[in-house]
């Protein structure tokens, strides 16, 4: 069973940058995603990336956010770049048993970290 553990979360001003990581304890080598939730909201899909390195992201981020992942390293990475306070959130990687990733369906990912927060302000 995988374990993920996040980091990088913290505070930063409105076009502000962060860099999150989320270490597996097993294999990388399979479709992973970043989710984030806000206060009062449901979680949502922020970008994802199959097992060869395709990725996908949400309107709302494109061009502002990078997913990428070192499997020799077993990390997956969220960079994150002019910030905005609707960025506040806690963010969560998750992992699933399959290369493939289609969507961003919460059931689909049966392993997910603990969240590491990230709040913007204006």
């Known amino acids: 069973q995988a374990q993920l553990v996040e980091s990088g979360g913290g505070s930063v001003q409105a076009g502000g940058s962060l860099k999150l990581s989320c270490v597996v304890s097993?294999?990388?080598?399979?479709?992973m995603a970043w989710f984030r939730q806000a206060s009062g909201k449901e979680r949502e899909g922020v970008a994802r990336?199959?097992?060869?390195?395709?990725?996908s992201y949400v309107d709302s981020v494109k061009g502002r956010f990078t997913i990428s992942k070192d499997n020799a390293k077993n990390t997956l990475y969220l960079e994150m770049n002019s910030l905005k306070p609707e960025d506040t959130a806690t963010y969560y990687c998750?992992?699933?048993?399959?290369?493939?990733?289609?969507?961003?369906?919460?059931?689909?990912?049966?392993?997910w970290g603990q969240g590491t927060q990230v709040t913007v302000s204006s």
């Open positions: 998750a992992t699933r048993s399959s290369g493939w990733c289609y969507t961003y369906n919460l059931s689909d990912f049966p392993y």
């Open positions: 097993t294999d990388a080598n399979y479709c």
């Open positions: 990336i199959n097992r060869w390195g395709g990725t």
